[in-house]
């Protein structure tokens, strides 16, 4: 049995411990917004927050994160407020497809808790994250907007 | 009427329609003069609009969404002609089972080519514009008012006379008995007042809380999950397995053959299925075709350029004895290779299978191919078939043409009946397993006469025919017109320069590798053949790019147009910063024009930094300018991921490339600076997800050129240890 916290929330799951969080996340917990895109964390679209800073969960075990504090892409808005990354999101009309900015959003949720202003290069360093629609040019603006919000 | 039990279900509230988040619509058909109505039992006033009683409006679109932004400009142009209050407007996907059932009443699925407003533009319009006058005429008899002394504005009608007003959602009922006007006159475009608006996209909100559920996030009660994997080898087989050791795994549920060349492991869940594939031992049998390379396709198309026989497609004057008589001859070889998609939302597809009834959830471009396929694969008649639409997690031509997931699907639901069955390839499965973008090389010649006027062009094309793959009745002749995109004598993908002795052909030569359509198709090699060797052939004139191109396109204003647009915007001829070198390009292409100028520096020799790219569309109208503007800088990424990043080699017969460590994609640190010039100059339709694209590379190469001196010929630039930086 491993205990997972999610979104603030305690799941006690029967599972392999070597099954990867997102697995574990999309399948025993049922939250299929983080996604699955390459499973060799080249992608990002998996990306979770564990402890506040982003994590790829196609590569961690689900035993790693026990005892951690997980954030998925469900449990960013609080109640129906927004993040202001998601608002951000919004009034850019960011996504096209939409299948990786769940990974993306928390990618940079998490920069900017390290970095509330974060420059061009700040943003080239941090996000790494694969988008084949080809969304960057409006997520870094939408980034630099929510930097202000 | 007698209903049998499959006319009940397709007569009233589709199955599927209470799972999955209200996914697919439920729909009343009419008899007699009954009210057509939704799921949710909302009157339908024509097939494209359901009035709610809170005057909410849902438009049906039958193309799917991938990111392109169609759901959006499609309900702009219905809602347009409809007079409705767009900030009530919802859309929804009507089912390819209720197209076969009301005989394709909402027209073409296929959401491919960039078609989806420029073949649907007139009959969508005309859906709204029906719906308006048949809700002002309820109003109207209600009033016991004439029609004309009534109208409509933002879901209100008003009667002038008397100013009585009424809305939309008050009238529904009573509009959705009177009889769909067949004779429908449309706006004059000057009237538009919402189609050419950059509105926000109808279908933002849930992508960015994790709430839309695309094909890989369905879930159906008692669902199971499977996990397969196919032959390697293109045309191979299963020969054997040994799962002893599998079937004793946690969660496994069946191990089933999928066809002659796949086996599949069903298990409650998917990461479980496929920890469980993993460990199955099995013995392919790759056939003659293993013994295919890269190096022996090149050689097969290399044999092609200079190959006696070949497919004409565009000719005038005699381009052999101009070149034969050149003052100057110009010859170059360029090649092309294969691609996958790599959508980030792998291959997937969901099935229910019963003796009478073969359901399917899944992200497709084409529900009626996909429903097609499920009737194919399940053996059941197409009226015991049906289809839901959900959200692609990309498409770009990978989700069109071929369900081959699908049918694989299909196959495994039917080992267990009544049980639905979710089938999700991994991201290795994806690579190994695509429809890839065509292998082509080409071989240019040019002559130039004294002057440096160029007097004769031949090109010969070789390489592979995706028609032939896939649509063999499409051929003419045996030749693939499709092929030769931007290089026709006329038409929506015509050759664009005006040259007194011409010849383009095609040397067909066919690999084991299956070819589809690949976001642009043909065009992305087209365009970097043509559009770099034009600055080949203008440099060996002694010319500049952009007059040497002018020249030749005196005939051609509109792709003239465009570039000069990027010419004047990009800066073209005027001094650039230290080290900063620019490329130009153009073609026509999906009936539109574009035209791109690339501003780059090259550090080490080897290391691009791309600054800005300055990009020219007219799409003939601009149905939404913001959308517009985002598949013009996402085509970007998607051909200059290209360029410089992808290939998939053959080796032993399949491909080496499995997941994105070796098939790279590109990041936001790479992302040029796009600016888009949206030129619409009206009186024709132009599609806009695709024709962008193509002219990412040539722009690039062409400035690579000016910064380095070195031609390079051959995408993609990784194997000339060029990176994009």
């Known amino acids: 049995m491993i205990r997972l916290n999610i979104n603030g929330k305690t799941h006690d799951l029967d599972i392999d411990p070597n099954t990867p969080l997102l697995w574990a996340i999309r399948e025993q917990v049922g939250l299929t917004g983080t996604k699955y895109g390459c499973g060799v964390a080249q992608c990002g679209a998996c990306t979770v927050h564990m402890d506040g800073a982003s994590v790829r969960s196609c590569g961690i075990p689900v035993s790693a994160a026990a005892g951690r504090k997980i954030t998925t892409i469900e449990g960013l808005a609080k109640g129906n407020v927004m993040h202001k990354v998601q608002k951000a999101w919004l009034a850019h009309d960011v996504p096209q497809c939409g299948y990786c900015q769940s990974g993306m959003i928390m990618a940079v949720v998490a920069l900017l808790r390290e970095k509330p202003r974060p420059t061009n290069a700040d943003i080239d360093a941090a996000i790494t994250n694969i988008c084949r629609c080809g969304t960057f040019q409006q997520v870094r603006a939408a980034i630099h907007a929510a930097a202000k919000a | 009427m007698a209903f049998n039990p499959e006319m009940n279900r397709r007569s009233f509230i589709v199955g599927g329609a209470a799972v999955g988040g209200g996914l697919a619509l439920g729909l009343q058909i009419p008899f007699g003069a009954a009210v057509a109505r939704a799921a949710d039992g909302s009157p339908e006033v024509g097939a494209w609009v359901v009035i709610r009683a809170d005057d909410t409006v849902v438009i049906r679109i039958a193309r799917s969404e991938m990111g392109q932004g169609t759901l959006t400009g499609l309900a702009q142009m219905v809602a347009e002609e409809l007079e409705c209050d767009w900030s009530r407007v919802r859309t929804e996907y009507p089912t390819p089972g209720q197209s076969v059932a009301r005989k394709r009443v909402w027209g073409d699925f296929a959401t491919v080519g960039s078609r989806g407003i420029r073949m649907s533009h007139d009959y969508v319009r005309k859906g709204g514009a029906a719906a308006r006058m048949m809700l002002v005429q309820a109003a109207a008899d209600a009033w016991k008012v004439p029609v004309s002394e009534c109208s409509a504005v933002n879901s209100v009608i008003t009667h002038k006379p008397s100013g009585r007003k009424t809305t939309y959602g008050k009238v529904a009922v009573a509009a959705a008995k009177l009889e769909v006007p067949k004779d429908v006159a449309l706006k004059d475009p000057k009237d538009w007042k919402l189609i050419g608006k950059p509105v926000k996209r109808l279908d933002t909100i849930d992508k960015l809380t994790g709430k839309q559920v695309y094909g890989a996030d369905l879930k159906l009660p008692g669902m199971l999950n499977a996990a397969i994997k196919d032959c390697p080898v293109f045309g191979g087989k299963l020969k054997s397995f040994d799962a002893a050791k599998a079937e004793r795994m946690p969660g496994v549920k069946k191990i089933v053959r999928v066809g002659e060349s796949a086996i599949a492991v069903v298990a409650d869940t998917w990461w479980r299925a496929k920890t469980a594939l993993d460990a199955i031992a099995i013995d392919w049998d790759g056939g003659e075709n293993a013994k295919v390379s890269s190096a022996s396709i090149a050689e097969i198309l290399k044999e092609g350029l200079t190959a006696e026989q070949a497919f004409v497609h565009n000719q005038n004057g005699d381009s052999k004895a101009a070149i034969a008589s050149a003052a100057k001859k110009i010859e170059a070889v360029y090649a092309y290779p294969f691609q996958n998609h790599a959508t980030m939302e792998p291959m997937n597809a969901t099935a229910r299978y019963t003796a009478s009834l073969c359901e399917v959830w899944c992200p497709t471009q084409n529900g009626e191919g996909a429903l097609a396929t499920t009737a194919a694969a399940s053996g059941l008649p197409i009226e015991k078939c049906e289809v839901y639409k959900l959200h692609?997690?990309?498409?770009?031509?990978?989700?069109?043409?071929?369900?081959?997931?699908?049918?694989?699907?299909?196959?495994?639901?039917?080992?267990?009946?009544?049980?639905?069955?979710?089938?999700?390839?991994?991201?290795?499965?994806?690579?190994?397993?695509?429809?890839?973008?065509?292998?082509?090389?080409?071989?240019?010649?040019?002559?130039?006469?004294?002057?440096?006027?160029?007097?004769?062009?031949?090109?010969?094309?070789?390489?592979?025919?995706?028609?032939?793959?896939?649509?063999?009745?499409?051929?003419?002749?045996?030749?693939?017109?499709?092929?030769?995109?931007?290089?026709?004598?006329?038409?929506?993908?015509?050759?664009?320069?005006?040259?007194?002795?011409?010849?383009?052909?095609?040397?067909?030569?066919?690999?084991?590798?299956?070819?589809?359509?690949?976001?642009?198709?043909?065009?992305?090699?087209?365009?970097?053949?043509?559009?770099?060797?034009?600055?080949?052939?203008?440099?060996?004139?002694?010319?500049?790019?952009?007059?040497?191109?002018?020249?030749?396109?005196?005939?051609?204003?509109?792709?003239?147009?465009?570039?000069?647009?990027?010419?004047?915007?990009?800066?073209?001829?005027?001094?650039?910063?230290?080290?900063?070198?620019?490329?130009?390009?153009?073609?026509?292409?999906?009936?539109?024009?574009?035209a791109a100028c690339a501003e780059i520096s090259v550090s080490s020799g080897s290391k691009v930094k791309i600054h800005r790219i300055v990009a020219a569309t007219d799409p003939g109208y601009a149905v939404n300018p913001a959308q517009i503007e985002r598949q013009v800088s996402g085509s970007f990424v998607y051909g200059l991921s290209a360029l410089f990043m992808q290939e998939c080699t053959v080796k032993d017969g399949r491909m080496e490339q499995e997941n994105f460590d070796t098939y790279n994609s590109m990041r936001i640190a790479q992302m040029p600076k796009v600016e888009s010039i949206i030129a619409p100059s009206g009186g024709f339709w132009g599609g806009v997800g695709e024709p962008t694209i193509c002219v990412a590379a040539p722009a690039v190469l062409n400035a690579f050129f000016r910064a380095t001196g070195k031609r390079i010929r051959s995408v993609p630039l990784k194997n000339y240890g060029i990176e994009l930086v």
């Open chain 2, 392 to 594: 692609l997690g990309g498409g770009f031509g990978r989700r069109g043409a071929i369900h081959d997931y699908v049918r694989q699907a299909v196959l495994i639901a039917m080992e267990l009946p009544g049980t639905p069955v979710k089938l999700l390839w991994t991201r290795e499965e994806d690579m190994l397993h695509g429809r890839y973008h065509p292998v082509m090389q080409a071989k240019l010649t040019g002559a130039l006469d004294a002057s440096g006027n160029l007097t004769g062009l031949h090109i010969r094309l070789s390489g592979q025919s995706i028609l032939a793959a896939v649509f063999p009745g499409a051929l003419d002749k045996g030749k693939d017109p499709l092929t030769f995109q931007g290089f026709w004598p006329s038409g929506d993908q015509s050759f664009e320069y005006s040259i007194p002795n011409l010849l383009i052909e095609h040397a067909m030569r066919n690999t084991h590798v299956p070819p589809g359509f690949w976001r642009g198709v043909n065009i992305n090699q087209n365009a970097i053949f043509l559009e770099c060797f034009m600055d080949e052939l203008a440099d060996a004139a002694g010319q500049d790019a952009l007059e040497f191109r002018r020249k030749l396109m005196a005939n051609h204003p509109k792709s003239l147009a465009v570039l000069n647009a990027v010419a004047e915007k990009g800066d073209w001829g005027k001094p650039a910063p230290q080290g900063v070198h620019r490329g130009l390009a153009h073609f026509r292409a999906f009936g539109s024009y574009v």
